[in-house]
């Protein structure tokens, strides 16, 4: 299966824009598409010594991908599985083989979205987007203290530009859904867009549902010798969660149910959040200057609870009360000197969260086969009450320089100093019967970091001919990250150390047949220091290191206009280079350096192909593969690999389309991911869904 899929093909982020003419090579080769998350300044991935990859709006569109699991299913090296500890609205990236929720940073139109604290993934707006572009590794100078193994940016169409359609779908267990976005009227010279979406998902568990609604308006107008815009964000989510699978020995429990679902009555994870952004660009002497304004509040309950890992049929509820203040200001000036382009600017990154959990610890018995629906927590006991409120303010001064000495090398130098302030207010309460007695616990504690993180790279066009062309690169980054704040239901008072982590990069990039094929090769290595991990008390603490290496393949062939077909395939090895793990199984330490991440595949490859004529049948198909991994520290818990096929069948005529769609159709159900608050739990890769959509194509 491997070597079926790595050299397979694979719709991993082509733009198959080309010439009018239908067997004509593209105006622009993938290598040459404009990305600006790495620099900021519009750059073309070919001059860019990183591994940079993106995903065209178009192609979303096309394989109806309406999540992140979906958008970066595709990008090499990269997975990102539905669902997880946020929710079913929510995914579990990874990395380079890490599968850490906290551990990457998510941007959207340049502003981080959950950046303070964690990804806002469950908030995240993919109607009406122009493209994806995904940097593995950190960003240290451009976005600090808050990148680390990768970014994902997500940028919509500019105010006055849109995609201009509407859709409407039905899928299976009652699910629906439906988007629209449109460029509206132009008032003067002022532009304007909006993309609105909703969507209403059943699944094989009758309990756990999605159901969010997401508003996007942008407008722009010239002022004066510059440009102002505006974006302001409305995201609704109103999720029923699913329950995790315990492991027990060396596999998931059969003692309960696939799709069994021991949450309360009241179970929801829901959120509303509201994000305003302001910015302006003007030209000066000295160079182009822009500043970017972004306001954020979130307000989420979080209700549930997770089985007891002895599956006595125990379980502990949560019900928590939270509110998230999310602010950004960046304003840098990027000069053109001759070959020399200076990029210099600072920005502040400001957060402030507040949370009231209501725990009941063995709050309710329920039996295994999941045939009793637990009572709601407003009926359960309250043993145990905390309360945390953190505020973190990330301010930094950046300078990043890039040389151009000829037509064929690229220097990149960018450094940054960083400072970062924490201060971190826990309590906690604990009532009989959970403790003896009535216990108080208060703590505050903070942390002022200040360093600078640095980033050097270089390419080297070795060899062109017309749109065909060999290019070398290799590349340095120093980055850190203050420990995360999971906002889960335990008693964590202290600030930790923040996270390192330095990387390696070198690869090859590559253009032929006149542009239609291009491809990229990459080895890397990355090394973090400071890990968080927790202790046998339960309490978290930096302990542990990782390496994580290997190489990562990729290749893109456009046939004409309507047909692009790509492969991918990657190689990691990513494993724990200092770790005394506690074994709660034999009560003991265990040191687990050399022992390989749990849930991190050493291998991953897609295959796929894209159809889209203007008019008539069209049709995508898309295979992916996540190779063999352990489900402990220890590798003593392995699961095997799985394949997934998602596919659609279309037709188009004239202004409309009708689609018949598929996920996961093998209906393959494998643990993907890693519960961080119900111990040795982990949760399923969803079950089979069907979609019968209706789209309207304004042009």
Aim: proline letters at 6%; one cysteine or more; charged letters at 20%.
């Amino acid at each position: 299966m491997v070597r079926v899929l790595s050299f397979g093909l694979a719709l991993a982020g082509v733009d198959v824009a080309v010439a009018a003419e239908p067997g004509a090579p593209p105006d622009v080769s993938a290598l040459q598409e404009i990305t600006i998350t790495a620099t900021r300044i519009p750059e073309p991935v070919d001059r860019v010594p990183a591994s940079v990859s993106t995903v065209a709006g178009a192609e979303l569109r096309a394989r109806d991908a309406w999540d992140m699991a979906s958008a970066v299913s595709l990008v090499s090296g990269v997975e990102a599985p539905a669902g997880g500890d946020a929710g079913p609205s929510s995914s579990v990236p990874a990395f380079w083989g890490l599968h850490e929720f906290d551990a990457f940073l998510l941007v959207m139109d340049q502003v981080p979205w959950g950046g303070a604290f964690n990804p806002a993934i469950t908030t995240l707006n993919l109607n009406d987007v122009e493209r994806v572009e995904v940097l593995k590794g950190a960003a240290p100078v451009m976005y600090g203290a808050t990148s680390f193994v990768g970014v994902v940016h997500v940028l919509h169409y500019p105010a006055g530009e849109a995609s201009d359609e509407a859709s409407v779908a039905l899928g299976s267990y009652g699910s629906a859904r439906g988007a629209a976005a449109f460029a509206l009227p132009q008032v003067g010279d002022y532009r304007q867009c909006f993309a609105a979406d909703g969507e209403n998902l059943g699944f094989a568990d009758g309990r756990e549902k999605l159901a969010d609604g997401r508003l996007l308006y942008r407008g722009a107008l010239d002022l004066g010798t510059g440009e102002l815009r505006v974006d302001a964000n409305v995201s609704i989510v109103r999720d029923v969660p699913p329950s995790p699978v315990v492991r027990q020995g060396s596999a998931l429990t059969t003692l309960t149910p696939l799709d069994a679902n021991f949450n309360p009555a009241d179970a929801a994870l829901d959120e509303d959040k509201y994000q305003l952004a302001l910015a302006y660009t003007r030209p000066t002497d000295w160079g182009t200057w822009e500043t970017l304004a972004s306001v954020s509040r979130s307000h989420v309950d979080d209700v549930r609870a997770f089985l007891h890992p002895d599956l006595s049929g125990a379980a502990d509820t949560q019900n928590q009360n939270r509110s998230i203040t999310d602010d950004y200001l960046d304003t840098h000036l990027a000069s053109e000197l001759g070959p020399v382009s200076l990029l210099v600017g600072a920005d502040l990154l400001y957060g402030y969260g507040r949370q009231v959990t209501l725990n009941g610890n063995s709050a309710y018995t329920v039996p295994l086969e999941g045939s009793v629906v637990p009572p709601p927590t407003t009926q359960l006991p309250v043993n145990e009450v905390g309360f945390v409120a953190d505020k973190r303010v990330f301010a930094g001064q950046y300078a990043q320089l890039d040389w151009k000495p000829d037509a064929r090398w690229d220097l990149l130098l960018g450094i940054r100093l960083n400072e970062a302030d924490e201060n971190k207010l826990a309590s906690d309460l604990t009532l009989p019967p959970f403790t003896p007695t009535a216990q108080y616990a208060r703590q505050s504690d903070s942390r002022s970091i200040t360093r600078p993180t640095e980033t050097a790279g270089v390419s080297y066009r070795a060899w062109s001919e017309g749109k065909d062309e060999l290019v070398m690169y290799a590349d340095f980054r120093n980055a850190f990250k203050p420990s995360a704040l999971d906002f889960g239901p335990d008693y964590q008072p202290a600030v930790l150390l923040p996270e390192t982590a330095r990387s390696y990069e070198a690869g090859l990039k590559g253009a032929a047949a006149d542009g239609r094929l291009a491809w990229q090769a990459e080895v890397f290595r990355l090394d973090f220091t400071n890990l968080v991990v927790p202790t046998d008390s339960g309490f978290l603490t930096n302990a542990a290191g990782e390496r994580l290496q290997g190489f990562e393949l990729e290749a893109h062939y456009a046939f004409s206009r309507d047909l692009a077909v790509a492969a991918n395939y990657s190689y990691h090895d990513a494993h724990f280079t200092q770790y005394q793990f506690f074994d709660p199984d034999s009560g003991n330490y265990v040191d687990v350096a050399g022992n390989q991440l749990p849930l991190s595949p050493r291998q991953l490859a897609s295959a796929g192909v894209l159809y889209q004529p203007a008019q008539g049948v069209n049709a995508t198909l898309v295979a992916s593969y996540v190779g063999r991994r352990y489900l402990d520290e220890l590798n003593s818990a392995p699961v095997g690999g799985y394949a997934r096929l998602d596919a659609t069948l279309g037709y188009r005529c004239g202004h409309y389309e009708v689609d018949l769609e598929g996920t996961n159709l093998s209906n393959q159900r494998p643990p993907v991911s890693a519960s961080e608050f119900g111990s040795e739990s982990f949760y399923l890769l969803n079950a089979r869904m069907l979609w019968l959509r209706l789209t309207y194509h304004q042009s």
